[in-house]
């Protein structure tokens, strides 16, 4: 004959004794656990995108403070958006402002094939000052302290220019797309002129346009501009292609008897530097001491009337 069991209700404590938990019950509790750190941590991000963190001290050449992202290779910094003048378009406009920097983003041989490009057009012209650009869409050319018509010229020269670099430009044009609308979670951005290559070198400047090292904001200078998107083509440093040339954002002091806080780059072949183009963003390039520096400029918009159309689209 069995032996008599004090059968107990369930959840009640027994003298001394706790009831134990079946596995089940168990698994229950694990789960409502995770569902709950799950639901945390989107409302954390939801917060986030809305109250992005602002402004740590100046990066330096080093660039302390920038967060790393896939591998090491990228860094973002996230800003306060300053005011916008525009209606924010849905999945054009950006939810939260700030800059990326992503090394090798271009190969050295897509480096090489746009420097190509560029004094492959930049031979029918050439600025008088430290600055000559070379604008696709338009191709509009500095020439002596004006600009001239590259395409016109060509025409007329029976010439044009090399099939394969400008489908390097367009591929690269189309990388740097997606990783803009990747980062900043968007997918109507629209191409928008200028987008030029710089050469910029240590001569004098000659005209207002030469003048390239004043801080500015893109979208002041380029209404229109909401995203812009810098690639380096060659390298800058004491035994490389050029000295000077540096890139610089200007950050507001955090205290009124601080001073402002820079951020330097140090331009590479293949760095891709994108940002939102407001006046959270403001920055300006370092005049070339000796050299010659190659950048390529991309830059998007939210605003139909500025859309870029046609072969460089």
């Keep these: ?9 369930k959840g009640k404590k027994v003298e001394g004794k706790t009831e134990q938990m079946t596995p089940r019950q168990f698994g229950r509790r694990i789960a409502v656990c995770c569902a709950s750190i799950v639901i945390a941590l989107q409302l954390y991000r939801v917060w986030l995108k809305r109250n992005p963190p602002q402004m740590v001290e100046g990066l330096q050449e080093a660039m302390d403070g920038m967060r790393s992202l896939s591998g090491g290779d990228t ?27 992503q090394d090798f983003f271009t190969t050295r041989e897509q480096c090489q094939n746009l420097i190509e490009l560029a004094e492959y057009a930049m031979k029918f012209g050439g600025g ?22 590259l395409y016109q010229l060509m025409k007329q020269n029976d010439d044009e220019l090399p099939a394969e670099s400008v489908s390097v ?5 189309q990388e740097v797309r997606k990783a ?7 997918r109507n951005i629209m191409s928008t002129t200028p987008r030029f290559i710089s050469r910029m070198d240590e001569k004098p400047a000659q005209t207002m346009h030469d003048e390239y090292w004043h801080e500015h904001v893109d979208a002041e ?19 490389a292609d050029y000295t ?9 002091p955090v205290a009124q ?29 370092h005049k070339v001491e000796h050299g010659k520096r190659y950048a390529l400029t991309i830059a998007f918009t939210c605003d139909k009337a500025k859309e870029l159309k046609g072969e460089y689209a």
């Design 1 to 9: 004959k069995m032996p008599s069991i004090d059968r107990k209700p």
């Design 75 to 101: 860094l973002e910094q996230r800003v306060a958006c300053g005011k916008r003048s525009h209606d924010r378009v849905p999945m054009c406009s950006p939810t939260f402002c700030g800059r990326v920097v």
């Design 128 to 149: 008088s000052g430290g600055a000559t650009i070379l604008d696709f869409p338009s191709g509009a050319l500095s020439k002596g302290s004006q600009f001239i018509s």
């Design 169 to 173: 430009l367009k591929n690269v044009t």
């Design 180 to 186: 803009i609308s990747d980062y900043f979670g968007v």
């Design 221 to 239: 200078q380029y209404p229109g501009f909401e995203y812009t998107a810098l690639i380096y083509l060659n390298d800058q440093g004491e035994d």
């Design 244 to 252: 000077g040339g540096q890139f610089s954002f200007v950050d507001p």
């Design 257 to 285: 008897d601080a001073s402002e806080r820079v951020t330097t780059l140090a331009p590479k072949c293949g760095k891709l530097v994108f940002f939102t183009s407001g006046p959270e963003n403001v920055h300006h390039v």
